[in-house]
Antibody, heavy 121, light 108 residues
Framework: EVQLVESGGGLVQPGRSLKLSCAAS????????MAWVCQAPTKGLEWVAS????????YYRDSVKGRFTISRDNAKNTLYLQMDSLRSEDTATYYC??????????????WGQGVMVTVSS | AIVLNQSPSSIVASQGEKVTITCRAS???????LHWYQQKPGAFPKLVIY???YRASGIPSRFSGSGSGTSYSFTISRVEAEDVATYYC?????????FGAGTKLELK
C-alpha cells in the first residue's frame, strides 16, 4: 500500500525556517517524481515544487523561488521541503504528492495527509 | 501560467442526479495533461480522472471526463451521498502546474 506521511509542520515566526519531511513507503520511491502542493485555509490547491526521480531536476513556483528548496534522499525514501524566509502568505497545509509512473505523467496519483504550517508572530 | 476556470463554483444536487463541471483553460492543453481530483471535507485530495478521461484505480464508473483543447468536463452520472466533495481540475501541460479554483458539490 502506498503511503506518504508528512511531518515537520508547526507555528513559526515570519522570517524563520522550517523543514518538512515526507516518508514514503509501499512503492519504489526512487522511480517516481515527487512534489509538494499547498492549500491555504479555505482556499484551493497550489503547486509548490517538484523534483525528478534522481533529484537532479527541481522546479518551483515563482513565489517560493530562492526561499524554498525541495530535495530527496532515495536511500531513506524521504522527500523534503526546506522553507526559509517564511512569510504569512506561506501559511497553508502542505501535501506531499507522488507523480504518475511515467516521466511524461503530470498528475499526482497519491497524496499524503498533509501537514499544517502557520507563519505568524 | 495557464489559468483554469472552473464552473460552476458550487453545485447542489439530489442523489441520483447527473452533474457536470467544466474546466476552461487560458491556453490549449493536450488532453494527456488535464486531470481531476476529489477532496472530501477535512481530507487530502484524491486523483479521480487523469489524462482527460481515464479513471484512476478504484474509481467508480459513474465518474467520467472528456474534452480537448481549452474545454474539458467532468461528469458524475448519478450522484451519491459519498460524492460530496470539492472537485479540482489540474493541468500539467506547462510549468507551473496549475489547478482550477474548485467546484463544491453538496447534496439537497
Amino acid at each position: 500500500e502506498v503511503q506518504l506521511v508528512e511531518s515537520g509542520g508547526g507555528l513559526v515566526q515570519p522570517g524563520r525556517s522550517l523543514k518538512l519531511s515526507c516518508a514514503a513507503s509501499g512503492f519504489t520511491f526512487s522511480n517516481y517524481g515527487m512534489a509538494w502542493v499547498c492549500q491555504a485555509p479555505t482556499k484551493g490547491l497550489e503547486w509548490v515544487a517538484s523534483i525528478s526521480t534522481g533529484g537532479g531536476n527541481t522546479y518551483y513556483r515563482d513565489s517560493v523561488k530562492g526561499r524554498f528548496t525541495i530535495s530527496r534522499d532515495n536511500a531513506k525514501n524521504t522527500l523534503y521541503l526546506q522553507m526559509d524566509s517564511l512569510r504569512s502568505e506561506d501559511t497553508a497545509t502542505y501535501y506531499c504528492a507522488r507523480r504518475g509512473p511515467y516521466t511524461t505523467d503530470s498528475y499526482f496519483d497519491y497524496w499524503g495527509q498533509g501537514v499544517m504550517v502557520t507563519v505568524s508572530s | 501560467a495557464i489559468v483554469l476556470n472552473q464552473s460552476p463554483s458550487s453545485i447542489v444536487a439530489s442523489q441520483g442526479e447527473k452533474v457536470t463541471i467544466t474546466c476552461r483553460a487560458s491556453s490549449s492543453i493536450s488532453s494527456n495533461y488535464l486531470h481531476w481530483y476529489q477532496q472530501k471535507p477535512g481530507a487530502f485530495p484524491k486523483l479521480v480522472i487523469y489524462s482527460t478521461s481515464y479513471r484512476a484505480s478504484g474509481i467508480p464508473s459513474r465518474f467520467s471526463g472528456s474534452g480537448s483543447g481549452t474545454s474539458y468536463s467532468f461528469t458524475i452520472s448519478r450522484v451519491e451521498a459519498e460524492d460530496v466533495a470539492t472537485y479540482y481540475c489540474q493541468q500539467g501541460s506547462s510549468n507551473p502546474p496549475t489547478f482550477g479554483a474548485g467546484t463544491k458539490l453538496e447534496l439537497k
